[in-house]
């Protein structure tokens, strides 16, 4: 983790990086985040924020990580520690990848595979240790609750644990899974499933 202020700044354990060194340190894939031009920093209505744009430059540093696979969403967890990841490249296969905010390592990865799967949201609990991720496999519901070191808590069979039918099917075009998980204050989990009814 980097602090400090303007161009300079302080590595944990000591030893000043500046903004010439950043790079070459760190990394070639690691750069300051710089608006690229006054353009970028000009707000309808708001001329006079124009003047303040330069505040703005090098507040964040990015990094640029090749994942092998097109990201369907992300978040950062609420100890700032790790990036959490669903991603595909078909819709057979998605996987949940976790990454080491300092190192930019991969920390784990969990792989899913299925007939036709959608998934879309990431969960985390209070203190952003454990993730839960709804996701359903061609009408089938489930749940994943996995923690930041990759060790999977529970792969909840959601449509046997509710004796639901395979019949609320995807729908084409969207990541959308017909499940969602949200985390309560005391660590529990509530989940929520649209399953479509046959009238008679």
């Not at 590595?11 to 031009?37: C, F, H, P, W």
């Amino acid at each position: 983790m980097l602090s400090g202020e303007q161009n300079d700044f302080q590595a944990e354990g000591g030893g000043a990086i500046n903004a010439s060194n950043l790079a070459s340190l760190a990394g070639s894939n690691l750069l300051k985040s710089r608006v690229e031009d006054d353009a970028s920093t000009h707000i309808e209505g708001f001329k006079e924020f124009e003047k303040y744009g330069e505040l703005f430059q090098d507040l964040t540093t990015r990094s640029y990580i090749p994942t092998g696979k097109d990201i369907i969403s992300i978040i950062i967890t609420y100890d700032s520690k790790h990036a959490v990841a669903i991603m595909s490249n078909k819709p057979e296969a998605f996987a949940v990848k976790g990454y080491d905010l300092n190192t930019q390592d991969e920390v784990f990865c969990k792989e899913f595979e299925g007939e036709y799967l959608k998934m879309n949201v990431i969960e985390q609990t209070d203190d952003g240790t454990i993730f839960g991720v709804a996701y359903q496999n061609n009408g089938h519901f489930s749940v994943l609750f996995i923690d930041n070191k990759g060790t999977i808590i529970d792969d909840l069979d959601v449509s046997k644990l509710l004796q639901l039918d395979d019949e609320s099917k995807p729908i084409s075009g969207f990541f959308e899974p017909l499940i969602t998980v949200s985390f309560l204050p005391n660590d529990k989990a509530i989940i929520a499933v649209y399953h479509r009814i046959q009238k008679k």
